[in-house]
């Protein structure tokens, strides 16, 4: 019994480490937020290129009082990053004129996505900031 239990805890500590964004992924987020002007105006579709693979994706709609909306791009999933203490994350504000073409909706949304999905869906909108 005492080996299962070691071996569960072994499994669970290394599910929850690879999770995390390693050092080089830290130090990509790290220059991006340096140098945020290298990135404004970009797509989405290219901007995901220069970030490590995202594995969550918050949007915060920045509805009626401008055209933009808010993305967060974590490197966890959804229920990990609300947990986490120390989130790693990148956010950036996108021209979202075009949303309205994609049923979204005018409230906060959450979705687990990988890169490839995040491009295929939001893609064409374009990074308008790079937020601190």
Do not use: W
């Amino acid at each position: 019994m005492k080996s299962i239990l070691l071996i569960f805890s072994l499994l669970s500590s290394l599910f929850l480490s690879s999770q995390e964004l390693d050092h080089d992924g830290k130090k990509q987020i790290e220059k991006i937020k340096g140098s945020p002007k290298t990135y404004e105006g970009l797509s989405v579709s290219k901007f995901l290129d220069s970030i490590p693979d995202i594995k969550m994706l918050r949007i915060i709609p920045n509805f009626p009082l401008s055209s933009s909306s808010t993305f967060i791009f974590g490197f966890t999933d959804n229920k990990t990053f609300s947990k986490a203490e120390k989130k790693d994350r990148i956010t950036i504000v996108v021209n979202a004129s075009n949303l309205n073409n994609k049923n979204f909706p005018s409230y906060l949304f959450k979705e687990d996505i990988d890169k490839y999905d995040a491009k295929r869906k939001y893609g064409d909108l374009k990074v308008v900031q790079i937020n601190q």
